[in-house]
């Protein structure tokens, strides 16, 4: 069974930092794609950052890129996606999706991922 579960989001003022963990069970971690999304109330779900654990590849969407850092302990089967500078737009829940790495066209786009995790809330004060 595959599972994802998050942690690290919490209150932060407008400048600090969080680091977000996703810890990943029941697949072939290897061999997938890991993406970070996130939803503020009243939004769509938001492609933030993804990570290869095939090749080590990552993306990052044009509103984090910069700030957010995203990796992958690959003897731990957990993916970590720092965050620096937050600013209170980055209010939002806070999901990891898993997905084969195989024929992945878009790694931003929610509909691509099988598995998701609960969420965790990044709250960030001004």
């Known amino acids: 069974e595959v599972q994802l579960v998050e942690s690290g989001g919490g209150l932060v003022q407008a400048g600090g930092s969080l680091r977000l963990s996703c810890a990943a069970s029941g697949f072939a971690f290897d061999d997938y794609v890991i993406g970070w999304f996130r939803q503020a109330p009243g939004k769509e779900r938001e492609g933030v950052s993804c990570i290869s654990n095939r090749d080590g590849s990552t993306y990052y969407a044009g509103s984090v890129k910069g700030r957010f850092t995203v990796s992958s302990d690959n003897a731990k089967n957990t993916v970590y996606l720092q965050m620096n500078s937050l600013k209170p737009e980055d209010t939002a829940v806070y999901y990891c999706?898993?997905?084969?790495?195989?024929?992945?066209?878009?790694?931003?786009?929610?509909?691509?991922?099988?598995?998701w995790g609960q969420g965790t809330q990044v709250t960030v004060s001004s």
């Open positions: 999706a898993a997905r084969p790495a195989e024929k992945l066209v878009d790694c931003t786009d929610p509909y691509e991922y099988d598995s």
